[in-house]
C-alpha cells in the first residue's frame, strides 16, 4: 500500500501525525504499508512557491492513496487566488479525477449529548452524503471579476455539469445504497436551476438501473431544513459541488462535531484521497487540542475503499470507538463526566485500543 502522506496546514500537521501512529501500529502488525510526506495548500506554496508542487503532484500521481490533513491559514489569505492553499485542493482533486466524494454523518452512540440537535432526533444517525468533487460552479468556466458596458464591475462563475458527469457520480451512489437501506435522495435546486433540471433527469435515467433503491429528489433548501427537523429519514444523499459543501458540514454537526467526520474522494478505479471533512483551523493550531479522530478514520476508510481491507478498516474503526467508550474525549466533543484529552493523547488513546 503506498500511501502519499500530505498533512498541509494549521492542525493539518498535529491530525496527520496521530493517523500515522496507527497507521505505524499496523506496519508493525505486519501490514505492508509505504508512506511518502509531501507538501499542499500554504505548506506548498511556502516550500517550493506552489499549493500544488510538482513534486506533490508526482507524489499523488504515483500513490495509490493519497491521506491529507487540512489546507489554509490566515498568512495566505491575501495572496492571489492562484496561489491560496485551497487552489491546492482543488488541483488534486481535479488532477487525480476524484469525483466522487464521500462523506458519512455516523453519531456515535456515545456522542449523542455532543451534539446541538436533541438526543432523539440524531441517536442512530447514519447518513452517507456523496457529492460530486470534480465539476459544477467549482471549476465551471467562464468566471472572473469584469467590468460591464456601464462601467460596473461584476463578479460571475458559470454552474455546469455535463451528462457523463452527473451519470458515473450517480452510479456509484446507487451502488453505495444497494449495500446500505437502499434508498437514496438526489438533493438539487430544479425548481430554479437549468444544471439542477438535468442532473435531475439524468438521475431519474440511471435510477432504472437499479429497481431496489428507492429514489427520491428534494430541493436544497428542503434539504438543509430536513436534515435538523429529521435527519434520520435519509440514507445515501446524491448532490452535486457545491449543494454537496454546504450539506456536508451541516450533516456533520448533526453528529457532535465536524472533527468527528472523515471523507473519502474516489476516482473510478478506487484510487482515493482520504481527508477529515473539517478545515485546517488555524486558530486551535499547535495547540495540541484538535481532534484527530475524522482523520484517523478517513485512514479506515482508505483501508476499505482503496485497500478492500475491511478487517483492519473495522479495526481502526473499533479502536475509534473503544476510546470514546473509555471516555477519552478532545475538547470539541468533551461533556461533563469525561475524560477532557489533547490531540497527542487521543491518538494514543487509539493506538492503545488498536
Ligand atoms: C471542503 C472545503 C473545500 C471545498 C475548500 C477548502 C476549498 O470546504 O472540502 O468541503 O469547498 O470543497
Ligand atoms: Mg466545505
Redesign the pocket.
Known sequence: MKIAVLPGDGIGTEIVAQAMKVLEALRSDGVKIETEHGYIGGAGYDHAGDPYPEATAKLAQEADAVLLGA??GYQYDTLPRAMRP?QG??RIRKGLELFANLRPALLYPELASASTLKPEVVAGLDIMILRELTGDIYFGQPRGIRTLDNGERQGFDTMHYSESEIRRVAHVGFQIAMKRNKKMCSVDKANVLDTSMFWREIVTEVAKEYPQVELSHMYVDNAAMQLVRAPKQFDVILTGNIFG?IL?DEASMLTGSIGMLPSASLDKNNKGMYEP?H?SAPDIAGKDIANPLATILSAAMMLRYTFNDETNAARIENAVKKALAQGYRTGDIYTEGTTKVGCNAMGDAVVAAL
Open positions: 489546507v489554509g485551497e485542493l482543488l459543501d456536508s471533512s478545515g
